[in-house]
């Protein structure tokens, strides 16, 4: 069963997903002509691969605990820690522990979204 994307005006729900979390999958929450925003989840160990996406963003740690490494080093991120990274910037993520982020992108109209490798 698909998750519907909120509206405008729809109250969505980012509190930590406690015992539900290793059933639950990454999905957009929504997503507008310059911004999206997904609930990320990670399993101790799962890794994103190195990546550029052409707009800002902020990954914000719900629970759990994770490694990002971006321009600035490795950096760990817990419950209620935030980091920002500039579009077109290198960046990839590992999962030390069980865990769900709050991804916002900001969507460059004329880069078309691309994500690069």
């Given amino acids: 069963m698909a998750i519907s994307h909120a509206l405008s005006g729809d109250v969505i729900d980012v509190q930590p997903l406690g015992a539900a979390l290793v059933t639950t ?5 929504f997503k507008s002509g310059d911004l999206e925003v997904i609930r990320v989840v ?3 160990g799962d890794e994103t691969p190195a990546h550029v996406v052409a707009g800002a963003i902020t990954l914000q740690c719900i629970e759990g605990r ?6 600035a080093g490795v950096r760990q991120l817990a419950a209620g820690q935030l980091i920002h990274v500039s579009g077109d910037e290198m960046h990839a993520l590992r ?4 865990a769900s982020l ?3 992108i900001a969507l460059k ?6 994500v690069k490798a």
């Fill in 25 to 29: 999958r990454t999905h957009a929450l």
């Fill in 42 to 44: 990670l399993l101790a």
């Fill in 66 to 71: 994770i490694s990002f490494t971006c321009a």
């Fill in 95 to 98: 999962s030390i522990e069980d």
């Fill in 102 to 104: 709050l991804l916002t």
């Fill in 109 to 114: 109209k004329d880069a078309h979204n691309a």
